[in-house]
């Protein structure tokens, strides 16, 4: 029995947010702030959260959520990268977490949009874009998050 093409993309995505809240678990025993505590836990349970949602379409598949993506009026917003005050990056660490945070969404949602150009099957290509979108959504939140720390 062939094994189904979006497999290795749904394990692909959750390999990548199972990191992220390693991530930002171990962070934040390392800091010392209460704040940044905070944030990094925060953080935490918005990729608990997409672990979910990834296991989810494991079980599932994916027909709802392309449903979702064909339908989104955001389907096509661009995350903004622009960093958190770098100047303050060097003494706040809430805006030290928020940039590197923000980096690496933005490289996650580029390679996502990059696999879905590059997929040689239409579903796989949609995956990966639902992915990406996924991500922008996760920025945006980020964005609130680190103005509102």
Same mark, same amino acid.
């Given at each position: 029995?062939? !094994?189904?093409?979006?497999?290795?993309?749904?394990?692909?995505?959750?390999?990548?947010?199972?990191?992220?809240?390693?991530?930002?678990?171990?962070?934040? %025993?390392?800091?010392?702030?209460? *704040?940044?505590?905070?944030?990094?836990?925060?953080?935490?349970?918005? $990729?608990?959260?997409?672990?979910?949602?990834?296991?989810?379409?494991?079980?599932?598949? &994916?027909?709802?959520?392309?449903? *979702?993506?064909? @339908?989104? +009026?955001?389907?096509?917003?661009?995350?903004?990268?622009?960093?958190?005050?770098?100047?303050?990056? $060097?003494?706040? +660490? /809430?805006?030290?977490?928020?940039?590197?945070?923000?980096?690496?969404?933005?490289?996650?949602?580029?390679?996502?949009?990059?696999?879905?150009?590059?997929?040689? @099957? %239409?579903?796989? @290509?949609?995956?990966? %874009?639902?992915?990406?979108?996924?991500?922008?959504? !996760?920025? !945006? /939140?980020?964005? &609130?998050?680190?103005?509102?720390?």
């Amino acid at each position: 029995m062939p !094994q189904d093409p979006l497999t290795p993309v749904l394990k692909l995505a959750l390999s990548t947010a199972k990191a992220q809240y390693d991530f930002f678990m171990k962070t934040t %025993e390392e800091v010392r702030t209460p *704040e940044a505590k905070a944030l990094l836990k925060t953080l935490a349970e918005s $990729e608990s959260d997409t672990i979910t949602r990834l296991h989810h379409m494991m079980i599932t598949g &994916i027909v709802d959520e392309l449903e *979702e993506l064909s @339908s989104a +009026p955001d389907r096509d917003v661009v995350p903004d990268a622009t960093p958190f005050d770098p100047a303050r990056a $060097e003494t706040d +660490p /809430r805006i030290f977490v928020c940039n590197k945070v923000l980096e690496k969404g933005i490289k996650t949602y580029t390679l996502y949009l990059q696999m879905a150009t590059r997929a040689k @099957s %239409e579903v796989v @290509s949609h995956l990966f %874009e639902y992915l990406a979108f996924m991500k922008m959504r !996760q920025i !945006q /939140r980020l964005r &609130i998050l680190c103005h509102s720390f």
